[in-house]
């Protein structure tokens, strides 16, 4: 295990080389991503400040390590568990999403989930599941894939048989079908829109709860590698920018479908790669846009993905000890960049805290923590040694354990036996019209 | 409020039941609450209704991602045979006010598709583009009414209109990707030269813009970066004046090109472009470090004589 407690990559010389160079033609693009710089500029120079002062004690030294605030987070997340304020109220239609945020938050910084407020979280997204199948952004809504990915995701972290006994695993299979399209896509609910998030959230509920049949994935690989484009990511869809959001789910609906390799990983490679910020350190989501801390999971999870891709595929050349990322600089973002000092993390500094944006930086942060799988496991944490997280399984994003946990639990039962069902609805009709 | 309103009196709301222990619960606000009792009320009647459609209304108003609203919503439409040219006034107000919303462009598209009509598109997404040159759904939308209504005509000139307003805003570069792989197609010698010499162009005026080296890689290599004459000895030239980490990177990609179909000069081609991964590696794009030492050892192992090989990857 390697601890860097300093120096910090922000603090070199040669740090300030790495700013944007504009080549004296200013654009909108330029302009944003300058003043972003001269913001992290601002961060960092303000770190070096408190880096500066004399050491006379070993606690004094410690705080001026880039430190997690594990504290601070937890009681945000502990409190965002049960109650939301009104701002939340745009994301009514996302609740399992909130759910999934937070547990995964929690299940990162190693603090356990309650007793009862997991069985609480159960009995809320069993209202959640759509009596065709499938779960609903919150009660009486109608099913959706995103919702489904999360609700599925947030009950393999609780891991109980109530939480997995919730799954109605018959109407998912049900309502997947009832979302697949003839040319291999998914829409994301009925009478809804296609993208490539579809496949992955498809893919990702049907693996866990071992619902896959022959035909559910049909043609699906072939529609996902269309949207690989000229830059080497993924688009949306066929014929739109390479995208991180996208480029992840796209990859890792790849992986558990086992026909990564007919993606041009090579050039998927190259596109990710030169998507860190070589000033900033963390990611950016499209090439000459700016720099977000959720993409420390959407973009640097994809390194994980591709290293073992690579190697299944033959590669020798693989490093034994760390991802094709700077896996410092990106710490060094997320700790000093992102974090909200009364608790939360954030896309930039300037931004508002998130719960979406808590659940991605911290789960960027241990990919840039934890190279490689239970057999070869090297470490690097930037700061203290408390700042480490548990380790997140690259696909799913939710830890290996709760991840062979559940795949051990739904393999036990049998493969649904797909049928056209007319499901009787507890809310109502209409939700359910094409 | 909805509860105190004469004409919904015949109608009972219904409250969301999060259940005894709720978690994630949202402090609605009344007017929230109000809304969505109702809403609730009219999904469990089935009420297909001119007072149901306005409830919808207000309801997207409070929660534009709720996509069961924006569901009922278009069923409504449909049964109340509302005028559509309405709706489309409507929703344009609607993305004017929240253009980074999937389902305001989702429905944009239904009622676009209703309609049979994609004759204010074009424009309107023009108009969004202009406030946000690269929001991801107005593309999305874009791309779509091109290709299904075949407006491809004037395209390739508004991309570049925008490449000169902002020469880095990679969205645009992807749409003259799109409108040429469609129609041209890059196989055409004439097409592809122009490109080329558009990309180079570009470059010269601002080096360092990654989208540019991007295109222009992209363009070329399913035919070959080595196969294009001349373009070493231009990108070679650029490199006294015009260098930058994108430009390195291009040439690592030409010499990898050159090892891949020509069997002549291996040797030098291939020490040239493992010098290429070990500068940047080590001084131009150190936050790629751990990537280019990865293609030079790459390179090494497919390319390099045993003993070589072995030397060059155990000093890596």
Same mark, same amino acid.
């Given at each position: 295990?390697? $601890?860097?407690?300093?120096?910090?990559?922000?603090?070199?010389?040669?740090?300030?080389?790495?700013?944007?160079?504009?080549?004296?033609?200013?654009?909108?693009?330029?302009?944003?991503?300058? @003043?972003?710089?001269?913001?992290?500029?601002?961060?960092?120079?303000?770190?070096?400040?408190?880096?500066?002062?004399?050491?006379?004690?070993?606690?004094?030294?410690?705080?001026?390590?880039?430190?997690?605030?594990?504290?601070?987070?937890?009681?945000?997340?502990?409190?965002?568990?049960?109650?939301?304020?009104?701002?939340?109220?745009?994301?009514?239609?996302?609740?399992? =999403?909130? #759910?999934?945020?937070?547990?995964?938050?929690?299940?990162?910084?190693?603090?356990?989930?309650?007793?009862?407020?997991? $069985?609480?979280? #159960?009995?809320?997204?069993?209202?959640?599941?759509?009596?065709?199948?499938?779960?609903?952004?919150?009660? #009486?809504?109608?099913?959706?894939?995103?919702?489904?990915?999360?609700?599925?995701?947030?009950?393999?972290?609780?891991?109980?048989?109530?939480?997995?006994?919730?799954?109605?695993?018959?109407?998912?299979?049900?309502?997947?079908?009832?979302?697949?399209?003839?040319?291999?896509?998914?829409?994301?609910?009925?009478?809804?829109?296609?993208?490539?998030?579809?496949?992955?959230?498809?893919?990702?509920?049907?693996?866990?709860?071992?619902?896959?049949?022959?035909?559910?994935?049909?043609?699906?690989?072939? =529609?996902?590698?269309?949207?690989?484009? =000229?830059?080497?990511?993924?688009?949306?869809?066929?014929?739109?920018?390479?995208?991180?959001?996208?480029?992840?789910?796209?990859?890792?609906?790849?992986?558990?479908?086992?026909?990564?390799?007919?993606?041009?990983?090579?050039?998927?490679?190259?596109?990710?790669?030169?998507?860190?910020?070589?000033?900033?350190?963390?990611?950016?989501?499209? #090439?000459?846009?700016?720099?977000?801390?959720?993409?420390?999971?959407?973009?640097?999870?994809?390194?994980?993905?591709?290293?073992?891709?690579?190697?299944?595929?033959?590669?020798?050349?693989?490093?034994?000890?760390? =991802?094709?990322?700077?896996?410092?600089?990106?710490?060094?973002?997320?700790?000093?960049?992102?974090?909200?000092?009364?608790?939360?993390?954030?896309?930039?500094?300037?931004?508002?805290?998130?719960?979406?944006?808590?659940?991605?930086?911290?789960?960027?942060?241990?990919?840039?923590?934890?190279?490689?799988?239970?057999?070869?496991?090297?470490?690097?944490?930037?700061?203290?040694?408390?700042?480490?997280?548990?380790?997140?399984?690259?696909?799913?994003?939710?830890?290996?354990? @709760?991840?062979?946990?559940?795949?051990?639990?739904?393999?036990?039962?049998?493969?649904?036996?797909?049928?056209?069902?007319?499901?009787?609805?507890?809310?109502?009709?209409?939700?359910?019209?094409? | 409020?909805?509860?105190?309103?004469?004409?919904?009196?015949?109608?009972?709301?219904?409250?969301?039941?999060?259940?005894?222990?709720?978690?994630?619960?949202?402090?609605?606000?009344?007017?929230? *609450?109000?809304?969505?009792?109702?809403?609730?009320?009219?999904? !469990?009647?089935?009420? !297909?209704?001119?007072?149901?459609?306005?409830? *919808?209304?207000?309801?997207?108003?409070?929660?534009?991602?709720?996509?069961?609203?924006?569901?009922?919503?278009?069923?409504?439409?449909?049964?109340?045979?509302?005028?559509?040219?309405?709706?489309?006034?409507?929703? *344009?107000?609607?993305?004017?006010?929240?253009?980074?919303?999937?389902?305001?462009? &989702?429905?944009?598209?239904?009622?676009?598709?209703?309609?049979?009509?994609?004759?204010?598109?074009?424009?309107?997404?023009?108009?969004?583009?202009?406030?946000?040159? !690269?929001?991801?759904?107005?593309?999305?939308?874009?791309?779509?009414?091109?290709?299904?209504? !075949?407006?491809?005509?004037?395209?390739?000139?508004?991309?570049?209109?925008?490449?000169?307003?902002?020469?880095?805003?990679?969205?645009?570069?992807?749409?003259?990707?799109?409108?040429?792989?469609?129609?041209?197609?890059?196989?055409?010698?004439?097409?592809?030269?122009?490109?080329?010499?558009?990309?180079?162009?570009?470059?010269?005026?601002? +080096? &360092?813009?990654?989208?540019?080296?991007?295109?222009?890689?992209?363009?070329?290599?399913?035919?070959?970066?080595?196969? &294009? +004459?001349?373009?070493?000895?231009?990108?070679?030239?650029?490199?006294?004046?015009?260098?930058?980490?994108?430009?390195?990177?291009?040439?690592?990609?030409?010499?990898?090109?050159?090892?891949?179909?020509?069997?002549?000069? &291996?040797?030098?081609?291939?020490?040239?472009?493992?010098?290429?991964?070990?500068?940047?590696?080590?001084?131009?794009?150190?936050?790629?470090?751990?990537?280019?030492?990865?293609?030079?050892?790459?390179?090494?192992?497919?390319?390099?004589?045993?003993?070589?090989?072995?030397?060059?990857?155990?000093?890596?």
């Amino acid at each position: 295990m390697e $601890s860097v407690s300093s120096p910090l990559r922000c603090f070199g010389e040669c740090h300030t080389a790495e700013k944007y160079t504009d080549d004296g033609v200013e654009t909108v693009t330029s302009v944003e991503q300058r @003043k972003v710089e001269r913001s992290i500029q601002e961060v960092v120079s303000v770190y070096k400040q408190i880096h500066s002062l004399p050491h006379t004690t070993a606690v004094f030294a410690t705080m001026t390590e880039p430190t997690l605030l594990r504290d601070q987070h937890y009681q945000y997340l502990k409190k965002g568990l049960r109650h939301l304020s009104d701002a939340y109220e745009c994301l009514d239609a996302s609740r399992p =999403w909130l #759910c999934y945020w937070i547990l995964h938050s929690l299940e990162l910084l190693e603090e356990p989930v309650p007793t009862a407020i997991a $069985s609480d979280v #159960c009995k809320f997204l069993a209202r959640c599941q759509s009596p065709t199948g499938g779960f609903a952004g919150g009660p #009486c809504q109608a099913a959706h894939l995103a919702p489904t990915y999360a609700a599925v995701n947030a009950l393999c972290i609780i891991g109980t048989q109530e939480a997995y006994n919730i799954i109605d695993r018959e109407k998912l299979l049900s309502f997947l079908f009832s979302v697949k399209q003839p040319d291999g896509s998914f829409v994301m609910h009925i009478g809804g829109e296609v993208d490539v998030r579809s496949t992955y959230c498809a893919a990702s509920v049907a693996s866990l709860t071992n619902i896959m049949t022959p035909t559910l994935f049909q043609d699906t690989p072939t =529609w996902i590698v269309s949207c690989q484009n =000229w830059e080497g990511g993924l688009g949306g869809v066929p014929g739109l920018e390479a995208h991180g959001g996208y480029t992840f789910c796209g990859m890792a609906a790849m992986v558990i479908l086992g026909k990564e390799h007919m993606l041009d990983l090579k050039s998927l490679l190259r596109w990710v790669a030169s998507r860190q910020m070589r000033y900033e350190g963390g990611f950016q989501g499209r #090439c000459n846009k700016l720099v977000d801390g959720c993409y420390s999971f959407w973009q640097a999870g994809l390194l994980p993905l591709l290293h073992r891709a690579l190697f299944k595929g033959g590669d020798s050349t693989l490093s034994l000890q760390k =991802w094709m990322f700077e896996q410092q600089a990106l710490q060094e973002y997320i700790l000093l960049c992102c974090q909200n000092p009364a608790g939360g993390l954030l896309d930039k500094p300037g931004k508002s805290r998130d719960f979406y944006h808590t659940c991605y930086c911290l789960s960027g942060l241990s990919v840039a923590q934890h190279f490689g799988n239970m057999d070869l496991h090297h470490e690097l944490i930037v700061g203290r040694e408390e700042n480490r997280l548990a380790p997140s399984h690259p696909v799913y994003n939710i830890c290996p354990e @709760k991840v062979a946990q559940a795949i051990q639990h739904f393999h036990q039962l049998p493969v649904p036996v797909p049928a056209q069902k007319e499901g009787s609805s507890a809310c109502n009709t209409t939700t359910d019209h094409s | 409020m909805y509860r105190d309103r004469k004409e919904w009196a015949d109608l009972e709301p219904v409250p969301q039941d999060d259940g005894p222990n709720p978690v994630v619960k949202i402090a609605y606000s009344d007017k929230f *609450t109000d809304v969505y009792d109702y809403f609730r009320a009219l999904l !469990k009647n089935d009420e !297909k209704s001119d007072r149901a459609l306005l409830l *919808t209304a207000e309801a997207i108003e409070l929660n534009a991602a709720n996509y069961t609203v924006w569901h009922y919503r278009r069923v409504l439409l449909q049964a109340l045979e509302k005028d559509l040219r309405e709706e489309m006034r409507y929703i *344009t107000a609607i993305i004017e006010d929240q253009p980074k919303n999937y389902q305001v462009w &989702h429905h944009r598209r239904m009622v676009v598709e209703w309609l049979n009509d994609p004759s204010e598109e074009l424009e309107f997404i023009a108009e969004i583009l202009s406030q946000d040159a !690269k929001n991801y759904h107005a593309w999305q939308h874009r791309q779509w009414v091109i290709k299904e209504y !075949k407006l491809w005509d004037s395209e390739l000139e508004y991309v570049e209109q925008l490449l000169e307003e902002d020469v880095r805003n990679n969205s645009a570069w992807n749409q003259r990707h799109y409108i040429i792989s469609h129609t041209t197609g890059y196989s055409d010698p004439a097409i592809l030269n122009r490109e080329v010499q558009y990309s180079l162009k570009q470059i010269k005026k601002a +080096p &360092h813009n990654e989208s540019v080296w991007n295109y222009l890689k992209g363009i070329l290599q399913d035919l070959g970066l080595s196969s &294009h +004459p001349g373009l070493l000895e231009q990108i070679l030239e650029l490199k006294e004046t015009h260098c930058s980490p994108y430009l390195l990177g291009f040439l690592v990609d030409i010499y990898e090109d050159f090892l891949e179909n020509t069997l002549e000069h &291996h040797e030098e081609v291939l020490s040239k472009a493992l010098e290429l991964c070990e500068l940047l590696a080590r001084e131009k794009d150190t936050i790629r470090r751990e990537y280019w030492s990865y293609v030079g050892r790459s390179l090494q192992t497919k390319y390099g004589s045993t003993s070589n090989r072995l030397i060059w990857i155990h000093s890596h």
